[in-house]
């Protein structure tokens, strides 16, 4: 087995409850060659003291302090002070299995590997989300682009990345978006890579908690989608079906948040407007995948062409 030496990144705000949790499954790793870096995010209640107490405990653990600056500014600052070749991310609300680290450390020439995870819902019943085993050179997607589909580009936890690689090509999270962060960063990063591989094993546990992030109305979030789905763009082509679909699952997800949050109809509207003339939007409508529902909105009027990602949330949610 390898023995290289991995830095595990753990943001740390406001998560007392599960903080202790989440680094004894840490602490309790079969792969025992990594450091701990605790990033405490200016949280107000005991986790500073908890990181302090643990770093005493395991020399393996380092604590940073910090400035309240959100999970990306945390997570940047782990970035930074890391010492080992490699890197993964664990939020602190989470925990992980004794097998994790040895899992993503199995194959070290590998640039981005992704494991699946387990769920854990309020109730404590898991939903297992597994993957489908591959192994893809990123060449072979820049020709075939639908391969991307193979590579899961959401979350950051999960995954083993390569410290140079982010170092070389000066890859951190965008501080500005509070949405989509972690698709951006995925993208650019495989961008520079050259070897991704899924695996199916399963050794995150992620724990769903209710987030004020996804619960309110965000008139930014289709520009920070958008810069996500740009950048799987410049890995696989803006002028293939498979970005296309991109574009159109982007613009109803989007759709439907707007809907679903609804503060003010002038701000909505407004955001919804932006979504729908979106020229790479109005394009998308136009790929394989959206044709049925494209023909559907040409036979009602010509102009209602370019709303489809509105109307169909508004469908669903006057059905309900």
Known sequence: MNNSK????VPVYKAEKYLKRCVDSILAQTYTNFELILVDDGSPDTCPAMCDQFAMQDNRIKVIHKKNGGVSSARNEGIKVATSPFI???????YVTERYVEHLMQN????????????VKNDGQLTPHTLRKASILIDDIRNVPELINLVPLG???GRRYKKQLIADNNLFFDESMRRGEDVF????????SSLAMVFSVSDYFYVNTSSSATTHFEPMLF???MKSVSAIGEIIGVNNNTFGQRVWNNAVYVCEDYMKNIVKMSDTAKALFEVCCNRYVRR????????KDRKIAVRIRWYVYPLIPFLYPLKRKILK
């Open 6 to 9: 991995i830095s595990i990144i």
């Open 88 to 94: 993964t991310f664990v939020d602190s609300d989470d």
């Open 108 to 119: 070290e020439k590998a640039d981005y590997i992704v494991s699946g995870y387990l769920e």
């Open 155 to 157: 979350m950051v936890w």
């Open 185 to 192: 960063f995925n993208a650019q990063y495989l961008y520079f």
């Open 223 to 225: 520009q920070w989608s």
């Open 284 to 291: 998308s409508a136009k790929c394989k995948g959206v044709l």
